[in-house]
């Protein structure tokens, strides 16, 4: 019973090791990007900026007009969409399914925003945006992101960064109130 202990006492250590020592790139990034000489008089905070060129997909924008939807234009879902964001059929169907491959952005825009990220919204209405809060020490852009993923391959996601350091506010609409 002891030698079993002890044998996976070894592996979880092992296995922490492996899992914290194999990426020090936050530490490489955070040592090389420090300027050699500050003052307190006369430096101004860093702006972070996103490189786009690393969240893009390289894939080629798809005609909405023509795309094969995963949801039926005239399917129960489309038409709630519609009816409680008060748009069209073609508008819910095509918001219907860029909000459900939204993930895939926003984890690319998130991977160069870490610390920097307060909240992130979709907006819903005639064009869904995803609107990404962070902190002020961020700069302000904006991205078209064409999603990848075979469920929205070639739908165009606008990305807006906010740095207002807000916590998206969540609208309540009846069904839960506090």
Excluded at 30 to 42: G, H, I, K, L, Y
Excluded at 155 to 175: A, F, S, T
Aim: with cysteine.
């Amino acid at each position: 019973m002891v030698k079993r202990l002890m044998s996976t006492l070894i592996m979880t250590t092992a296995s922490m090791w492996a899992l914290t020592g194999c990426d020090n790139s936050a530490e490489t990034t955070e040592q090389t990007s420090q300027p050699a000489v500050t003052t307190a008089e006369t430096s101004t905070p860093a702006v972070h900026t996103v490189d786009w060129s690393l969240v893009a997909s390289d894939e080629k924008p798809a005609d909405p007009t023509n795309y094969k939807y995963p949801f039926a234009i005239d399917s129960q879902n489309v038409r709630d969409y519609a009816e409680y964001f008060d748009v069209d059929l073609a508008t819910a169907q095509h918001n219907l399914t860029i909000s459900m491959a939204s993930n895939e952005a926003l984890s690319k825009a998130l991977d160069q925003l870490s610390e920097t990220y307060v909240s992130h919204e979709l907006t819903d209405g005639n064009e869904m945006t995803l609107v990404i809060h962070t902190t002020p020490d961020v700069a302000a852009s904006r991205y078209d992101y064409v999603l990848s993923d075979d469920f929205a391959k070639g739908l165009v996601l606008p990305i807006v960064i906010v740095p207002d350091g807000k916590k998206g506010e969540v609208e309540v609409h009846g069904e839960i109130e506090e």
